[in-house]
Protein backbone atom coordinates (compact mmCIF):
# COMPACT_ATOMS: atom_id res chain seq x y z
CA UNK A 1 0.00 0.00 0.00
CA UNK A 2 1.68 3.13 -0.94
CA UNK A 3 1.79 6.05 1.26
CA UNK A 4 -1.31 7.89 -0.56
CA UNK A 5 -2.97 4.80 -0.10
CA UNK A 6 -2.67 4.58 3.67
CA UNK A 7 -3.66 8.50 4.00
CA UNK A 8 -6.74 8.16 1.96
CA UNK A 9 -7.76 4.72 4.31
CA UNK A 10 -6.69 6.73 7.62
CA UNK A 11 -8.67 9.53 6.62
CA UNK A 12 -11.61 7.23 6.17
CA UNK A 13 -11.45 5.59 9.16
CA UNK A 14 -10.94 9.37 11.06
CA UNK A 15 -14.42 9.88 9.21
CA UNK A 16 -16.00 7.00 9.70
CA UNK A 17 -15.47 7.07 13.62
CA UNK A 18 -16.47 10.89 13.58
CA UNK A 19 -19.60 10.59 11.69
CA UNK A 20 -20.41 6.70 14.22
CA UNK A 21 -19.78 9.47 17.67
CA UNK A 22 -22.33 12.11 16.32
CA UNK A 23 -24.93 10.20 14.97
CA UNK A 24 -24.48 8.54 18.94
CA UNK A 25 -24.50 11.67 21.09
CA UNK A 26 -27.66 12.63 18.81
CA UNK A 27 -29.45 9.60 19.58
CA UNK A 28 -28.77 9.70 22.70
CA UNK A 29 -29.87 13.32 23.28
CA UNK A 30 -33.20 12.43 21.12
CA UNK A 31 -33.88 9.72 23.38
CA UNK A 32 -33.13 12.32 26.77
CA UNK A 33 -36.12 13.18 28.69
CA UNK A 34 -36.35 16.43 30.51
CA UNK A 35 -37.28 16.97 33.83
CA UNK A 36 -40.96 15.32 34.64
CA UNK A 37 -43.22 18.24 36.89
CA UNK A 38 -45.46 16.39 39.34
CA UNK A 39 -49.24 17.96 38.63
CA UNK A 40 -51.96 17.77 41.17
CA UNK A 41 -53.84 15.07 41.54
CA UNK A 42 -56.84 17.68 40.85
CA UNK A 43 -57.09 20.47 39.04
CA UNK A 44 -56.10 23.54 40.16
CA UNK A 45 -58.63 25.45 41.53
CA UNK A 46 -56.76 28.69 40.78
CA UNK A 47 -55.86 27.63 37.49
CA UNK A 48 -57.53 30.59 35.08
CA UNK A 49 -57.97 28.09 32.11
CA UNK A 50 -61.43 27.11 31.03
CA UNK A 51 -62.44 23.81 31.63
CA UNK A 52 -65.54 22.43 30.75
CA UNK A 53 -67.63 19.65 32.86
CA UNK A 54 -68.59 17.66 30.44
CA UNK A 55 -65.32 16.08 28.83
CA UNK A 56 -61.62 15.12 29.41
CA UNK A 57 -59.34 18.43 29.53
CA UNK A 58 -55.46 18.41 28.47
CA UNK A 59 -53.35 20.84 28.85
CA UNK A 60 -50.02 20.84 27.46
CA UNK A 61 -47.40 23.62 28.06
CA UNK A 62 -44.81 25.02 25.65
CA UNK A 63 -41.83 27.00 25.06
CA UNK A 64 -42.84 28.43 21.80
CA UNK A 65 -38.95 28.58 20.66
CA UNK A 66 -38.64 24.54 21.39
CA UNK A 67 -37.91 23.41 18.30
CA UNK A 68 -38.76 19.94 19.81
CA UNK A 69 -42.24 21.10 20.77
CA UNK A 70 -43.20 21.12 17.11
CA UNK A 71 -43.46 17.16 16.96
CA UNK A 72 -45.60 17.60 20.41
CA UNK A 73 -48.11 20.18 18.47
CA UNK A 74 -48.11 17.66 15.49
CA UNK A 75 -49.51 14.55 17.71
CA UNK A 76 -51.52 16.67 19.48
CA UNK A 77 -53.10 17.62 15.92
CA UNK A 78 -53.96 13.70 15.67
CA UNK A 79 -54.84 12.88 19.13
CA UNK A 80 -57.25 16.12 18.70
CA UNK A 81 -58.82 14.92 15.32
CA UNK A 82 -59.37 11.58 16.47
CA UNK A 83 -60.92 12.14 20.26
CA UNK A 84 -63.41 14.84 18.76
CA UNK A 85 -66.18 15.98 21.31
CA UNK A 86 -64.43 13.55 24.08
CA UNK A 87 -61.45 15.95 24.68
CA UNK A 88 -60.83 19.72 25.12
CA UNK A 89 -57.21 21.37 25.22
CA UNK A 90 -55.44 24.21 26.44
CA UNK A 91 -52.38 24.69 24.80
CA UNK A 92 -49.67 27.12 27.26
CA UNK A 93 -47.02 28.90 25.81
CA UNK A 94 -44.80 30.32 28.54
CA UNK A 95 -43.49 33.72 27.57
CA UNK A 96 -41.30 35.42 30.36
CA UNK A 97 -41.69 38.89 31.62
CA UNK A 98 -39.99 41.54 29.34
CA UNK A 99 -40.78 39.23 26.10
CA UNK A 100 -43.96 40.96 25.19
CA UNK A 101 -45.23 41.27 22.04
CA UNK A 102 -44.98 38.65 19.22
CA UNK A 103 -42.15 36.73 20.96
CA UNK A 104 -44.29 34.18 21.64
CA UNK A 105 -46.19 34.14 18.55
CA UNK A 106 -44.11 31.73 16.51
CA UNK A 107 -44.76 28.85 13.95
CA UNK A 108 -45.83 26.55 17.16
CA UNK A 109 -48.65 29.11 18.05
CA UNK A 110 -49.49 29.04 14.39
CA UNK A 111 -49.48 25.18 14.72
CA UNK A 112 -51.54 25.09 17.37
CA UNK A 113 -54.33 27.74 16.23
CA UNK A 114 -55.06 25.86 13.45
CA UNK A 115 -56.34 22.54 15.54
CA UNK A 116 -59.96 22.30 16.22
CA UNK A 117 -60.80 22.10 20.27
CA UNK A 118 -57.57 23.63 21.36
CA UNK A 119 -57.36 27.20 23.43
CA UNK A 120 -53.53 29.16 23.35
CA UNK A 121 -53.12 30.59 26.36
CA UNK A 122 -49.82 33.30 26.50
CA UNK A 123 -48.35 32.83 30.21
CA UNK A 124 -46.23 34.31 32.04
CA UNK A 125 -45.06 31.20 33.99
CA UNK A 126 -48.45 31.27 35.80
CA UNK A 127 -50.40 28.20 35.00
CA UNK A 128 -46.91 26.04 33.84
CA UNK A 129 -46.07 26.39 37.60
CA UNK A 130 -49.85 25.84 39.12
CA UNK A 131 -49.37 22.54 36.67
CA UNK A 132 -46.31 21.80 37.84
CA UNK A 133 -44.48 21.69 34.07
CA UNK A 134 -40.92 22.00 33.68
CA UNK A 135 -40.29 20.70 30.00
CA UNK A 136 -41.79 21.87 27.36
CA UNK A 137 -44.20 19.63 26.04
CA UNK A 138 -45.26 18.42 29.37
CA UNK A 139 -49.04 17.12 29.09
CA UNK A 140 -51.56 16.74 31.65
CA UNK A 141 -55.08 14.94 31.22
CA UNK A 142 -58.03 15.63 33.84
CA UNK A 143 -60.94 13.70 33.45
CA UNK A 144 -64.46 15.40 34.09
CA UNK A 145 -64.34 15.14 37.69
CA UNK A 146 -61.10 17.03 37.63
CA UNK A 147 -58.65 14.18 38.31
CA UNK A 148 -55.72 13.98 37.22
CA UNK A 149 -55.36 10.64 34.89
CA UNK A 150 -52.37 11.37 32.86
CA UNK A 151 -48.86 13.18 32.93
CA UNK A 152 -45.93 13.34 30.45
CA UNK A 153 -44.87 13.56 26.72
CA UNK A 154 -47.17 12.64 23.81
CA UNK A 155 -43.78 11.80 21.35
CA UNK A 156 -40.98 9.19 20.98
CA UNK A 157 -38.31 11.26 21.56
CA UNK A 158 -37.34 14.90 20.58
CA UNK A 159 -38.71 16.13 17.96
CA UNK A 160 -39.97 12.70 16.62
CA UNK A 161 -43.31 11.75 15.07
CA UNK A 162 -44.93 8.24 15.55
CA UNK A 163 -46.50 5.94 17.81
CA UNK A 164 -46.23 6.09 21.11
CA UNK A 165 -46.84 5.48 24.60
CA UNK A 166 -48.30 9.20 25.69
CA UNK A 167 -51.22 9.03 22.52
CA UNK A 168 -52.07 5.32 23.45
CA UNK A 169 -52.25 6.55 27.14
CA UNK A 170 -54.55 8.93 26.78
CA UNK A 171 -56.72 7.20 23.61
CA UNK A 172 -57.05 4.23 26.60
CA UNK A 173 -58.40 6.59 28.83
CA UNK A 174 -60.74 8.01 26.87
CA UNK A 175 -61.89 5.15 25.57
CA UNK A 176 -62.95 3.77 29.22
CA UNK A 177 -60.16 0.97 29.09
CA UNK A 178 -58.02 2.17 32.06
CA UNK A 179 -60.40 2.03 35.46
CA UNK A 180 -60.92 5.41 36.95
CA UNK A 181 -58.39 5.06 40.38
CA UNK A 182 -57.20 8.22 42.23
CA UNK A 183 -54.16 6.75 42.54
CA UNK A 184 -54.27 5.21 38.78
CA UNK A 185 -52.06 8.12 36.56
CA UNK A 186 -50.47 7.59 33.50
CA UNK A 187 -47.38 8.66 33.26
CA UNK A 188 -44.60 8.83 30.18
CA UNK A 189 -41.66 10.53 29.49
CA UNK A 190 -41.56 14.00 28.14
CA UNK A 191 -39.00 15.14 25.39
CA UNK A 192 -38.40 19.00 25.10
CA UNK A 193 -36.04 21.74 26.08
CA UNK A 194 -36.49 23.15 29.56
CA UNK A 195 -38.87 25.97 30.44
CA UNK A 196 -37.42 27.58 33.15
CA UNK A 197 -33.34 27.74 34.16
CA UNK A 198 -34.56 25.51 37.47
CA UNK A 199 -37.25 23.67 38.30
CA UNK A 200 -36.98 25.08 41.49
CA UNK A 201 -35.90 28.60 40.68
CA UNK A 202 -39.02 31.55 41.16
CA UNK A 203 -38.15 33.35 37.85
CA UNK A 204 -39.87 32.94 34.51
CA UNK A 205 -36.36 32.88 32.41
CA UNK A 206 -36.30 30.23 29.80
CA UNK A 207 -33.45 28.31 28.60
CA UNK A 208 -34.54 26.70 25.93
CA UNK A 209 -32.94 27.92 22.44
CA UNK A 210 -34.17 30.66 20.84
Known amino acids: MSKRQALVAVSVAVWLIAVVGGLSLLSKYSLAPGVAGSPSSRWPVASRLARGTNAAHLVMVV ?95 RGHFGDNEGVESIAMILDDRRPARNSTVAKTPVYGCALFDSVHSSTSKVSCPR
Do not use: N
Open 63 to 157: HPHCPCSRASIGELAMLMAREQGHLQASVVFVEPPGFAGSWAKTDLWASAGLIPGVTRVIDDGREARLFSAATSGQTMVYDADGRLRFTGGITVA
